[in-house]
């Protein structure tokens, strides 16, 4: 065990609570600042993919995963139109790929870190770095001194601001509706139990069963030019889901039209930015490299820059273990930042010759569109990881 230190986590989202519970499990002097006056995630899913679970498991979650958690049997991609297979991948890799209730996931996290160490309606303001230390403001509370702040912040990160300027996260041509509809209601569609993804022209529509299969979470992603409205959530109608998607599978229409409410989101994201860390503050999760959700890793990300900014902090001393945990996180967020814009485009091309081109590739298990290719992704391990650049040892607890 290295250097017991003092953190300041910024944001109680689903990054800086999993940071925080990894750096008290290694011993740190750690406390989260959240500006909300309770913790509280969307009423909507996350699929929590190996390479997170992973790291969840290390964190003692294990259990509270499987509690709720549905595992999948499969990635199943389709045709919008008429529900051809276009691809059936097994999810087989090292540790599960949960589909969850977000309120669930949180639960879990919070509930394992001590009560006292989470700051409910604590805004940060303001901070000031000195040689030995940051020292953090917060809107209506006393400020506080640590030997290392994180920006846990999300996609508007206020310590993102602060350490590097304005710059506003861009809108990405592409809304969310998000649904959860009570699974009895779909009995007779006999839903498999698979993360189903159909494809179709400017949209696709993904659907899993969540919370021990009680329920049924859906995404329904629509490519749209503007985005006016002032806030960036908001309760939509129904009716608009089901006309953005009429002519679809009737399986697509039926989960739609049993849901009582949905949701919208203006889906935003930001480019790769070349640095995260200044002096001894740094970011993680979507305040360091907020993404499309279309490789859906936006909050494994967050966990695992949680899992090697924990390790990094055993190697040495904090500005040193700053500047290699960005150096070791920001190629591959990056990557997953561009991979999530790319899906964009290969998820809605228009039916034509591209699209048969894509689908005759799909069909014929191409790498391009194979889920095995992607081992660098869910078999990673963001904790052992920094062992092999720094010559650090992988656990030290
Ligand atoms: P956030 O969850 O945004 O948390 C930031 C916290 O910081 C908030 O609680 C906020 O109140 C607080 N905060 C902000 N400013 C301050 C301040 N100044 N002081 C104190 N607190 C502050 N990811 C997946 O891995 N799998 C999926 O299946 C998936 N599906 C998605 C589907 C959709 C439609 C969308 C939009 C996203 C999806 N994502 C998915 C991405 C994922 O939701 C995010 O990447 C993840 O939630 C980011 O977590 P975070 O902790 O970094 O930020």
Redesign the pocket.
Known sequence: MGESLSVGV???????LAVALGLLRDGHDVHV????GRLSEVGAG??V?PN?SRVLHGLGLAGALAATGVQPLAWHQRRWEDGRTLLRAPVAFAFPHYQMHRADLLRALAGALPSERIHLG???TGLVQHVDGVRARFAGSPPARFDVLVG???????VRRLLFGPGDARFTGCV?Y?GIVPAERLRHLDLEVTAQIWMGPGRHFVHYFISGRRLVNF?AVVEQDHWTRESWTDRARIADVRAAFAGWHPQVREIIGAADETYL?A?LDRPPIPRWSDGRVTL????AHAML?FM?????Q?VEDGATLTACLRAGDVTAALALYERLRLPRTSRLQEMSAGNKTRFHLPDGPAQRERDAQMAAGSRAWSFNALDWLYDHDAATSVGSVSGAPADRR
């Open positions: 910024v944001g109680g989202g689903i990054g800086g600042y959240e500006q909300a996350v699929q993919s997170a604590h805004r940060l846990a912040d999300g996609i508007h990160s206020s969310a998000r995404v989101w889906l993680l999760g979507d305040a959700p859906a890793q936006g909050a494994a967050a």
